[in-house]
Structures are given as C-alpha cells and as structure tokens.
T-cell receptor, first 113, second 113 residues
Framework: NAGVTQTPKFQVLKTGQSMTLQCAQD?????MYWYRQDPGMGLRLIYY???????DKGEVPNGYNVSRLNKREFSLRLESAAPSQTSVYFC????????????FGPGTRLTVL | GQQLNQSPQSMFIQEGEDVSMNCTSS?????WLWYKQDPGEGPVLLIA?????ELTSNGRLTAQFGITRKDSFLNISASIPSDVGIYFC?????????????FGKGTLLTVNP
C-alpha cells in the first residue's frame, strides 16, 4: 500500500515548455486534489476532483489543466510554463467528507527558468 | 475567497515548553483540520475537528473547534525536538461544497534542545 505517489520528484523547465505532473493513489479514495505551496503562502488549491469523472477549479487554476484519468489517477498539466509557476506541487486524496482519511503525496518541486 | 489568519508565523521555544497557535477565519467552517509538515515532505494530518466546541487530543497535542466556528486552536504540551516543523490549520468550506480546504499560511516551530 503506497498511499499517494507523485512523479517526478523534481523538474526544471524553461519558460514556455509543457509538462504533466502525475499523481496516483491506491486507497480507493473518491476525491483528489492538486495544491501548490509557495514560501509564506501555505497551500493553495489549484483543481480538485470530487469523484471520478468530475473536476472543478480551486483558488488558483489559471495556467493549469487537470485530468481525472480513472479513480486512481489525477494529473496536472502545465501547457506553457511560466516562472510564476515555480513552486512545490502536492497531490492529495480523501474519502468524500472523511477528512481524517486524507493523505498527501511527497510533492513535486518544479522550477521554471 | 475565504481567508485564514494563522498566528504566530513562527515560534522559537525551549524543549519542554508548551506551545499554542491559532487560526481565525472571516467565515464559518464546518470542519477544522491541523497538519504538520516536515522539511521536504507533504503535510500529515494531526487532528480533525467536526463540531463547534469540540476538544480533541492526540498524544501531547490538543485542538479545539471554536464555538463561533470561525476559529481553532492547537496546543502542544512538553515540546520535544521532533516537534520541529510547520503547522498548518485548514478549514472546510461550509457554503455547500464539502470538497475544498482553505489553508492558513503556517506556523514554523523551532525547538531548542
């Protein structure tokens, strides 16, 4: 039981390049989330998927797209990376409404030059 | 959007001391959560609070859900060096969507052995 896994762990991009951050969970959770964490800003919600087949915008969705590929996987895509997207990205999953069953992945550290 | 004010921003204490931190919100939450984040890791849930007035303990940690539903407190008793990290509060939106968390900006705790 691996919990929430994220790939890659580190990535450096040039401005304008695209990439997809991968997230998978093996806990049969319904809901999955993408957050970004910047120094002094806490975690901010980018997109979430309440259940398989649905996605919704969070607090800071501009410049990102997501795909809930199946119940296990939730990917985050940067179509044209910008330096302002330099951040640490966390994926999380939970059973709906059961917040003490929420788990975070280890994070992806992205630098955009 | 909703905002959480978490204080203090940082604390430097001696081993064995008790610690208190709190979060206040401009709006009502129906769930409060407290997390700890170690360097290079994702946040880990410490305590979840579901009812106004609820007081919950997890070892040396005690958290309370404020009566007004707009605040929450976390206390750590008899601190030890491994308590070092960033502590985040988070509230669950009570405005119809049960899927979104709003995070505070964190309290950085340093414990001097």
């Amino acid at each position: 039981n691996a919990g929430v896994t994220q790939t890659p762990k580190f990535q450096v991009l040039k401005t304008g390049q695209s990439m997809t951050l991968q997230c998978a969970q093996d806990m049969n959770h319904n809901s999955m989330y993408w957050y970004r964490q910047d120094p002094g800003m806490g975690l901010r919600l980018i997109y979430y998927s309440a259940s398989e087949g649905t996605t919704d915008k969070g607090e800071v969705p501009n410049g990102y797209n997501v795909s809930r590929l199946n119940k296990r996987e939730f990917s985050l895509r940067l179509e044209s990376a910008a330096p302002s997207q330099t951040s640490v990205y966390f994926c999380a999953s939970t059973v709906r409404f059961i917040w003490n069953e929420q788990f975070f992945g280890p994070g992806t550290r992205l630098t955009v030059l | 959007g909703q905002q959480l004010n978490q204080s203090p921003q940082s604390m430097f204490i001696q081993e064995g001391e008790d610690v208190s931190m709190n979060c206040t919100s401009s709006s009502i939450f129906n769930t409060w959560l407290w997390y700890k984040q170690d360097p290079g890791e994702g946040p880990v849930l410490l305590i979840a609070l579901y009812k106004a007035g609820e007081l919950t303990s997890n070892g040396r940690l005690t958290a309370q859900f404020g009566i007004t539903r707009k605040d929450s407190f976390l206390n750590i008793s008899a601190s030890i060096p491994s308590d070092v990290g960033i502590y985040f509060c988070a509230g669950v939106d009570s405005g119809g969507s049960n899927y979104k968390l709003t995070f505070g900006k964190g309290t950085l705790l340093t414990v001097n052995p």
